[in-house]
């Protein structure tokens, strides 16, 4: 099946600091997402990519939907608390399929 | 605009009983789903529903039904409930099913059966 694979699981930050995460799967996806999941919340959207290639930015988030359609990266710059959250990459081609999470802790 | 809505929140069940997950959209979308989040994986599509009047099995399907009631509803049914279907349940919407149309969540149910 189509599955992904989402690093690091977490990640502990100070304030200020760039962070890093990204996705990779065996297959390809028409569409690539990232959410992002508050405690007690469903996921809410951060950034859509429709094409291969694309680098999109969301004010300090910026993702990009890789060459091969295998994967995705999403960048926070200049990290802030309220960052702190889950975030999921999810891949679509007939359905969708999403990562396992990265959850991101930023001390003040 | 609400959103998702799903009810209820929260629910204990003991193993054997049944209950259904409501949800309702007000975006006039065409297209709803059913996913279970469990600690350490993705989200998993249960069931899902392209348009008014069909239904498809998503990646983790047993146990459970659906009910697509009208545009706006979209009922998830666990007939004889189990311990292995603790988890939180998500439903969402799209306006299309295609891959280019995004997905909107509500807060999610959140079930334990003992």
């Known amino acids: 099946g189509q599955q992904l694979n989402q690093s690091p699981q977490s990640m502990f930050i100070q304030e200020g600091e760039d962070v890093s995460m990204n996705c990779t799967s065996s297959?390809?996806?028409?569409?690539w997402l990232w959410y992002k999941q508050d405690p007690g919340e469903g996921p809410v959207l951060l950034i859509a990519?429709?094409?291969?290639?694309e680098l999109t930015s969301n004010g300090r988030l910026t993702a990009q939907f890789g060459i091969t359609r295998k994967d995705s990266f999403l960048n926070i710059s200049a990290s802030i608390p309220s960052d702190v959250g889950i975030y999921f990459c999810a891949g679509q081609l007939y359905d969708m399929r999403f990562g396992a999470g990265t959850r991101l802790t930023v001390k003040p | 605009n609400a959103g998702v809505t799903q009810t209820p929140k929260f629910q204990v069940l003991k193993t054997g009983q049944s209950m259904t997950l409501q949800c309702a959209q007000d975006?006039?979308?065409?297209?709803m789903y059913w996913y279970r989040q469990d600690p350490g994986m993705g989200l998993r599509l249960i069931y899902y529903?392209?348009?008014?009047?069909?239904?498809d099995k998503g990646e983790v399907p047993n146990g459970y039904n659906v009910s697509r009631l009208n545009k706006r509803e979209f009922s998830l049914r666990l007939e004889s409930a189990a311990p292995s279907q603790t988890s939180v349940y998500f439903c969402?919407?799209?306006?299309?099913?295609?891959?280019?149309?995004?997905?909107?969540f509500g807060p999610g149910t959140r079930l334990l059966v003992l």
């Open positions: 529903s392209a348009s008014e009047g069909t239904t």
């Open positions: 975006m006039n979308h065409n297209s």
């Open positions: 969402a919407s799209s306006l299309l099913s295609n891959s280019q149309e995004t997905q909107y």
């Open positions: 297959s390809i996806f028409n569409t």
């Open positions: 990519l429709y094409k291969a290639g």
